[in-house]
């Protein structure tokens, strides 16, 4: 399985949209990949999709054993947009609204089960709590309100691609390290990684004097100690 961010263009508007949406399924899942974003679910199934033609362009991804997330957006009345049976092929749904700030200037979301079927059991509304830990990449936390108070149940400590780059080059011995040999470490504590954010780390780690590059495409980086 790849373990790597692919971030696709809008497909075209036209008749056939649906068609060319399974046939990009697809080729992900044939690629590898088995974690696929949609953004948004109204984009692909306009308001005259059955529940029918919905469910058939879903068993693509079921029967893969791909996990499919989907994004949607509510209109101006507080109503899901786009055709009504849009919820029905999803194990769980999840509506979010905002809630203000924390008191360290994060950003609530209150975060309501509108339908759930993981693992059996049925969940509970929360709150999720995003603040910016560096420069490239936010952090989550779920919380929960109790009494008047904000209590903290799982909080993030998976360190960001930067900062987990920057540790890594911090701790080799050598002067030299490849490209692969990077990825490979980040590819062991993380899920997935953005190559755009580990072109733009090594850019700030050079402007801040840590590494150089070695050819123009950081296929060898160079470590200053």
Avoid at 84 to 104: N, R, T
Avoid at 200 to 210: D, I, P
């Amino acid at each position: 399985k790849k373990r790597v961010l692919k971030e696709l263009e809008p497909i075209p508007e036209r008749p056939l949209k649906i068609l060319v949406f399974c046939k990009l399924l697809k080729e992900l899942i044939d690629e590898g990949y088995d974690f696929i974003v949609i953004d948004a679910l109204s984009e692909i199934f306009s308001n005259n999709a059955t529940r029918d033609v919905i469910s058939e362009v879903f068993r693509i991804p079921i029967e893969a054993g791909v996990s499919l997330l989907g994004l949607h957006h509510l209109n101006k009345t507080g109503e899901m947009r786009g055709a009504e049976d849009i919820k029905s092929p999803f194990f769980s749904v999840y509506l979010m609204e905002p809630k203000g700030k924390s008191d360290d200037g994060g950003t609530l979301l209150g975060v309501n089960v509108d339908k759930s079927r993981y693992n059996g059991e049925p969940e509970e509304d929360f709150i999720l709590k995003r603040t910016r830990v560096s420069e490239y990449e936010p952090a989550y936390e779920v919380i929960v309100a109790d009494d008047d108070s904000i209590s903290v149940l799982l909080p993030s400590k998976e360190p960001s691609v930067p900062d987990a780059i920057r540790g890594y080059i911090e701790s080799v011995k050598k002067s030299e390290i490849s490209r692969d040999e990077l990825f490979s470490y980040l590819k062991d504590t993380r899920k997935t990684i953005s190559p755009d954010t580990v072109t733009n780390t090594l850019g700030k780690l050079q402007r801040e004097g840590l590494i150089h590059k070695i050819d123009r495409t950081w296929n060898r980086i160079g470590i200053i100690r």
